[in-house]
């Protein structure tokens, strides 16, 4: 199904995914094989042969991510982290040096602070909304810019196309971790991005109820390597979590489009809070990237983060207070999550660069019922310190 034929909702339904042609099953069969009969020696069916390598399943999820962000390939992983050590040691080597975002998300940063340093990769931490520090922290041996926008979880927001020019300028490739907007909200290779990242465990699956992570890609030499990588490293999803993500995609679009117009109602509640110090959401005009995102978002999406008065034990009482919002790790599922970055998700980054400030809250904003959503964050900011 072609990308440019179709609009998002139609290719989230359709794309990848063909009535089975024997059965007309309208949904993808979940093919719970690891091996495949072959017709004579290397006569392959479909070219299965080990589902390490290839599963019908996942096949379908891979080409449908592809139609969605734009690209001529995607890949499924384990996790969205096993997708980030697949694509940095398929593209870079030994001695090679990397830009990553001043606010990256900790799991990140952990990756390349602990363990592809010790495998010779060099990495420097910048502002990616400034593109002075940017041009700043660029070295002879720059190969790769890692950009998340918006960033987790200050949300920050970065140009995709400026952030193209310079890395494409310096001889490099342009990474965007795509998780919080999804590809419903921004596709980063339509801006000149070179791969795109998703953890599929938040909003394509959409429900909280499998991991996974994804590689789009929009040159073929890279998507050959990646696949190689891929097959080589064997972190890849099993059949039944690539069937989890195809459902949560197929109504990736309306529920995008509540995540948002719940955030928005949230935001707007925290800013006039008296017990809120700062709020970050890209839809404030007062917001430093909300240019940026109105420019090359469809939507400002469904998180929040906000500093609360009173410092970290403030903070701390908000998130056990919250009674519709959980108190968890994750987000981008239906359901409101509410997590203290410094604590929780965060924590590998205490004491670096890259802490996040020990009052800030972070919010998932799901599809509830908005009222409710508003009544309880208020009974948990109006309880006394």
């Not at 940017?134 to 995709?160: F, H, K, Q, S, Y």
């Not at 987000?331 to 004491?351: D, F, K, N, Q, Y």
Request: with cysteine; charged share 15%; glycine share 12%.
């Amino acid at each position: 199904m072609s990308a440019t034929r179709h609009g998002f909702e139609t290719l989230a339904i359709h794309a990848g995914q063909p009535a089975d042609p024997v059965t007309g099953a309208v949904a993808v069969p979940i093919y719970a094989t690891s091996t495949y009969k072959q017709d004579g020696v290397g006569g392959l069916r479909g070219g299965y042969e080990y589902s390490r390598s290839a599963n019908p399943t996942r096949t379908a999820l891979e080409g449908c991510l592809a139609a969605l962000e734009g690209g001529v390939r995607g890949l499924g992983f384990a996790s969205g982290l096993a997708a980030s050590d697949c694509l940095l040691r398929a593209a870079l080597g030994p001695g090679d040096h990397v830009v990553v975002p001043g606010d990256a998300y900790g799991g990140t940063y952990r990756l390349f602070a602990q363990v592809l340093s010790r495998w010779g990769l060099e990495y420097t931490s910048a502002p990616l909304g400034d593109l002075d520090a940017v041009r700043a922290a660029l070295r002879p041996a720059t190969r790769m810019i890692w950009c998340e926008t918006p960033t987790n979880p200050l949300l920050g927001l970065a140009d995709v196309t400026a952030l193209a020019g310079l890395a494409h300028g310096h001889g490099a490739l342009l990474v965007v971790d795509n998780t919080f907007a999804s590809p419903y909200l921004q596709q980063p290779l339509s801006l000149g991005a070179d791969a795109v990242l998703h953890s599929t465990t938040k909003y394509l699956g959409g429900h909280s109820d499998v991991v996974g992570g994804a590689l789009v890609v929009s040159d073929p030499g890279l998507a050959d390597r990646l696949a190689y990588h891929q097959n080589a490293m064997g972190a890849v999803p099993g059949p039944f979590d690539c069937w989890l993500v195809l459902r949560g995609v197929k109504t990736l679009a309306v529920r995008m489009d509540r995540h948002c117009a719940n955030a928005a109602r949230i935001a707007d509640m925290l800013v006039a809070h008296p017990a809120v110090d700062r709020v970050y959401y890209p839809g404030l005009p007062e917001h430093p990237g909300h240019e940026v995102a109105a420019k090359q978002m469809r939507g400002f999406g469904g998180m929040v983060s906000c500093t609360v008065r009173g410092g970290e034990q403030a903070a701390l009482r908000v998130c056990e207070r919250a009674r519709v919002f959980t108190l968890a790790e994750s987000l981008g599922g239906v359901e409101s999550l509410i997590e203290h970055p410094g604590r929780m998700t965060h924590a590998s980054v205490a004491g670096s660069p890259l802490a996040v400030p020990a009052d800030l809250v972070r919010l998932s904003v799901g599809i509830e019922s908005v009222d409710d959503l508003l009544a309880d964050l208020a009974q948990a900011l109006d309880t006394p310190g």
